[in-house]
């Protein structure tokens, strides 16, 4: 198959960018630190009441069962994602406008701007709006530990889940492992991901072996490695009564991922193939329809676009053109 996009260099300004965020970065504090409810259940109180002669014994009483926890709901109402919703989204991190769209200006400003975007890609759905922070972000230099990446810290991301419930929107934390894990480091964010409005977003390009630098060449994850994810994802779901997450993958070549077909279905948890990549409109709608084929119905279908890299290449492909897109995705992000 003829391959119409390439593996994006880094270039010495992101290259830059991601070595200036270990300074400003940190390891999040992996205390829950939210309070914990008090039980509602009561114990038995014993009958102290001396029965007369002829009485009969008083039965002894049933505890009082404790109240089901109520079932959060996503933030515009509702439990399940789809068919109800579309997600419409920005990505980026505040310490470089080189790594997307939402670390540019005021947060609240950007959830404007995809609230625009959204009205267009409606299309018969309710638009739920996306912050996809990069809370893992792949680094130039290997680091202390030699993983090439790096966390944000707790107070990035507590920003930015603020600022999506200001709006009703939804947090997905971008995962970049570099040499790490890719499981590892979802799990690292587990305090976030028991809330009902957080998930995450795996790319694996940034998925690296011990005799690859990032941006020489793409990294890799498996179908088996996704499931495992959104098995742990759907357990803290059902643990916590939450509403459905989102577990998305951005894929930017056939190469990245291999044996989709290990991903499984779960009640908790909806799983996304987001197309990635930079390219002109014929470029990006052959590279989605080759990913594309033979979607599994496990997963549902996603799109990304770059509001500067794609426009060197022809115009930004707009939302009707997007929409005409088969399957017609059901998160569409823009970086």
Not at 97 to 125: F, K, N
Request: charged letters at 20%.
């Amino acid at each position: 198959m003829k391959r119409s996009w390439r593996v994006r260099p880094v270039s010495v300004a992101v290259i830059l960018a991601m070595t200036l965020l270990v300074a400003g970065c940190s390891g999040p504090d992996l205390s829950d630190s939210r309070p914990t409810a008090p039980s509602s259940a009561t114990s038995p109180q014993t009958m102290t009441t001396a029965p007369s002669p002829t009485a009969t014994p008083s039965p002894t009483p049933t505890p009082t069962p404790s109240p089901t926890p109520e079932q959060l709901e996503l933030p515009r109402g509702g439990v399940e994602l789809f068919p109800e919703y579309r997600l419409v989204g920005f990505s980026g991190h505040p310490y470089s406008p080189a790594l997307g769209r939402l670390g540019i200006g005021a947060i609240d400003e950007r959830v404007a701007e995809i609230e625009d975007l959204g009205a267009q890609l409606a299309e018969g759905r309710t638009v739920l709006p996306v912050l996809e922070l990069i809370a893992v972000v792949v680094q130039a230099a290997p680091g202390a530990d030699g993983a090439y990446r790096t966390r944000a810290s707790d107070d990035i991301i507590a920003d930015y889940l603020e600022a999506a419930r200001r709006h009703d929107g939804i947090l997905l934390l971008n995962v970049q492992p570099g040499r790490s894990s890719m499981e590892e480091e979802v799990r690292s964010l587990e305090k976030w991901l028991k809330e009902p409005d957080v998930s995450v977003a795996l790319d694996p390009e940034w998925d690296i072996n011990a005799d690859q630098l990032p941006g020489v060449s793409y990294g890799h994850t498996t179908g088996e490695e996704i499931n495992a994810i959104a098995t742990y994802l759907d357990g803290i779901v059902q643990e916590e009564n939450l509403p459905q997450k989102p577990l998305v993958f951005h894929q930017v070549s056939a190469s990245v991922v291999s044996n989709e077909a290990a991903i499984q279905e779960y009640e908790g948890v909806e799983v996304i193939k987001s197309v990635d990549g930079i390219g002109s409109a014929g470029m990006k709608i052959e590279t989605y329809n080759a990913l594309m084929k033979d979607l599994s119905p496990n997963i549902h279908a996603g799109f990304k676009l770059f509001f500067e890299e794609d426009v060197k290449l022809g115009p930004l492909m707009t939302p009707a053109e997007v929409l005409a897109l088969t399957p017609q995705p059901e998160y569409i992000l823009y970086e």
